[in-house]
């Protein structure tokens, strides 16, 4: 599908999201703005899980995957929706551990390219990048996760936009 309406179809599917949302976010291929898309990616911190569950099924979708942290459907005409949920900060007994968000949007947007960059990247300063997670060092401390720019600076790399996210 081309990349316009692909952003107009994903724009309905996000405002739909948004009331059971803090944030939504649209990824992929079209936050890259590749000409063509072959699926909808979204990203969405949830306030209301269930309800947000409820709406993606509502449009009886084929159900590829219905997971703790993603649902996967297939709409009307074969189109893919992926559904991505954040998970909120929580304090713990030993701090605080941030949402992650940021994380989570720069995995599922993508390029698998660009993640296996960032991936090769984190081993070579001994650390580790969970893309779902954040950027954890030895011990196993997050040290970046709630923004994209934080990761890219945990990294040592320049933020790079997402259209030139295809390395």
């Known amino acids: 599908m081309n990349l316009d309406r692909a952003i107009e179809i994903a724009q309905k599917i996000a405002a739909e999201l948004l009331p059971f949302s803090a944030r939504v976010q649209i990824a992929g291929s079209i936050r890259r703005l590749r000409s063509e898309v072959n699926d909808i990616d979204i990203v969405c ?12 099924l509502k449009s009886l979708p084929r159900i590829i995957a219905d997971g703790k942290y993603n649902l996967e459907v297939e709409l009307k005409g074969g189109l ?9 900060g929580q304090r ?9 968000w940021g994380s989570l ?37 997050c040290m970046a996760c709630e923004a994209e720019e934080d990761i890219f600076e945990a990294l040592q790399l320049d933020f790079v936009k997402p259209e030139n996210r295809e390395r």
Not at 80 to 88: G, I, K, S
Not at 133 to 139: K, L, M, N, S
């Open 45 to 56: 911190l949830p306030n209301d899980e269930r309800g947000l569950r409820a709406r993606v």
């Open 80 to 88: 893919r929706l992926d559904v991505f949920m954040a998970a909120p």
């Open 92 to 100: 713990t007994l030993f701090g605080d551990g941030g949402c992650n």
């Open 105 to 141: 949007l720069l995995c599922r947007t993508g390029s698998t390219a660009h993640n296996i960059h960032l991936v090769e990247t984190a081993k070579k300063l001994n650390l580790r990048w969970n893309p779902y997670w954040g950027v954890y060092d030895h011990t196993g401390r």
